[in-house]
């Protein structure tokens, strides 16, 4: 399974990120917290600037084609009811190469309307846009069928289906599609799910320490879940809020773990003149619910995972597999250099 959007951004946040075109490296966070800044207008300049040549051509979306497909998707959703930017939208189609025509029509399958229609029919009667035929007629239909579901308005069934219901609620803010994520949790626990759960804990998880208002949603709605979501929920919220605060190994070194809200995270890397000099980086929940740690100082790296159980944090320490940390009470709390 291809590394999804929400896997690229914690990529990037814990300095794994890969070579990325430069649409993402200049606005994934745009587009990852839109809905806090929401312009429609920029949706026909961030669609012009995915449409240049140096991010179609990338040898990243070249690997992996669903990510450029699927900004395409939250360009949609920036123009959905917004008549003005759909045209703006439809005026760049016939300038674009076949690639970008591609995107442009992905784009419209999110907000496209009545007069899209119209524009479909002149595209298909233009020899001009043959290459992009099957395309049009695939759009012409979906906008057609009076039953047509975006994202939301469905069942998640694969990895694919969770990354465009993250990006709705990039967009909008809105409830709706982490409802459609909360239903995952609620699926049976077969094999045929297991990927599809993991995901979307993992993904959860990842998003609610990057998003107040995930969380605030998150918070106001557990209550109304189903049992098995509602446990899920509760369960990943508890954890990053314990988390949250410095801890100290219980051996004589007393290592410090200070875990900040939104991700941060420091550890002891080398004691100097009885000082420890810390390592920074970041920290992100797993789909089993453990935390996993990277940390860097002056080159080299440190990757961690911990279990948090009864108010305990266990987690390798130099040639020791188990060692224990344990949260500083208020109070106790010591600089960190």
Same mark, same amino acid.
């Given at each position: 399974m291809p590394a999804s959007y929400v896997v690229v951004l914690a990529a990037s946040m814990m300095g794994q990120a890969p070579d990325l075109p430069p649409f993402v490296k200049d606005h994934a966070k745009t587009m990852t917290f839109y809905y806090q800044s929401p312009d429609p207008a920029l949706g026909?300049?961030?669609?012009?600037?995915?449409l240049k040549k140096d991010n179609l051509e990338h040898p990243w979306f070249a690997k992996n084609e669903y990510a450029l497909f699927l900004n395409a998707a939250l360009l949609g959703d920036i123009g959905a009811g917004r008549p003005k930017i759909v045209r703006e939208y439809e005026a760049a189609f016939a300038d674009a190469p076949p690639a970008g025509r591609r995107i442009i029509v992905r784009s419209l399958m999110n907000c496209g309307d009545k007069e899209t229609l119209k524009q479909i029919d002149a595209w298909l009667a233009d /020899?001009?846009?043959?290459?992009?035929?099957?395309?049009l007629e695939s759009l012409k239909k979906h906008l057609e069928d009076p039953e047509r579901k975006d994202a939301r308005d469905r069942a998640?069934? /694969?990895?694919?289906?969770l990354d465009?219901?993250?990006?709705?609620?990039?967009?909008?803010?809105?409830?709706?599609?982490? /409802?459609?994520?909360?239903?995952v949790f609620d699926l049976p626990d077969a094999e045929d799910n297991r990927v599809?759960?993991?995901?979307?804990?993992?993904s959860f998880g990842s998003n609610l320490q990057q998003h107040p208002k995930l969380m605030e949603l998150a918070r106001k709605h557990a209550k109304d879940r189903p049992q098995a979501s509602r446990k899920v929920v509760e369960e990943v919220i508890r954890t990053l809020d314990e988390v949250v605060g410095r801890w100290l190994s219980q051996d004589k070194d007393e290592e410090p773990l200070v875990f900040e809200k939104g991700g941060a995270f420091k550890c002891g890397f080398i004691k100097e003149k009885g000082e420890w000099v810390m390592a920074s980086g970041a920290y992100v929940l797993t789909a089993d619910g453990k935390i996993a740690t990277r940390a860097e100082y002056k080159g080299s790296t440190i990757t961690q995972t911990f279990t948090l159980k009864d108010g305990v944090l266990i987690g390798p320490r130099g040639p020791n597999p188990k060692v224990e940390w344990k949260k500083e009470k208020s109070g106790e709390k010591k600089s960190d250099g």
């Amino acid at each position: 399974m291809p590394a999804s959007y929400v896997v690229v951004l914690a990529a990037s946040m814990m300095g794994q990120a890969p070579d990325l075109p430069p649409f993402v490296k200049d606005h994934a966070k745009t587009m990852t917290f839109y809905y806090q800044s929401p312009d429609p207008a920029l949706g026909p300049k961030l669609l012009k600037e995915l449409l240049k040549k140096d991010n179609l051509e990338h040898p990243w979306f070249a690997k992996n084609e669903y990510a450029l497909f699927l900004n395409a998707a939250l360009l949609g959703d920036i123009g959905a009811g917004r008549p003005k930017i759909v045209r703006e939208y439809e005026a760049a189609f016939a300038d674009a190469p076949p690639a970008g025509r591609r995107i442009i029509v992905r784009s419209l399958m999110n907000c496209g309307d009545k007069e899209t229609l119209k524009q479909i029919d002149a595209w298909l009667a233009d /020899s001009k846009y043959a290459d992009s035929r099957k395309e049009l007629e695939s759009l012409k239909k979906h906008l057609e069928d009076p039953e047509r579901k975006d994202a939301r308005d469905r069942a998640a069934k /694969s990895p694919d289906d969770l990354d465009l219901l993250w990006g709705n609620f990039f967009i909008t803010g809105e409830y709706a599609p982490i /409802s459609r994520i909360m239903d995952v949790f609620d699926l049976p626990d077969a094999e045929d799910n297991r990927v599809l759960k993991q995901v979307a804990r993992w993904s959860f998880g990842s998003n609610l320490q990057q998003h107040p208002k995930l969380m605030e949603l998150a918070r106001k709605h557990a209550k109304d879940r189903p049992q098995a979501s509602r446990k899920v929920v509760e369960e990943v919220i508890r954890t990053l809020d314990e988390v949250v605060g410095r801890w100290l190994s219980q051996d004589k070194d007393e290592e410090p773990l200070v875990f900040e809200k939104g991700g941060a995270f420091k550890c002891g890397f080398i004691k100097e003149k009885g000082e420890w000099v810390m390592a920074s980086g970041a920290y992100v929940l797993t789909a089993d619910g453990k935390i996993a740690t990277r940390a860097e100082y002056k080159g080299s790296t440190i990757t961690q995972t911990f279990t948090l159980k009864d108010g305990v944090l266990i987690g390798p320490r130099g040639p020791n597999p188990k060692v224990e940390w344990k949260k500083e009470k208020s109070g106790e709390k010591k600089s960190d250099g």
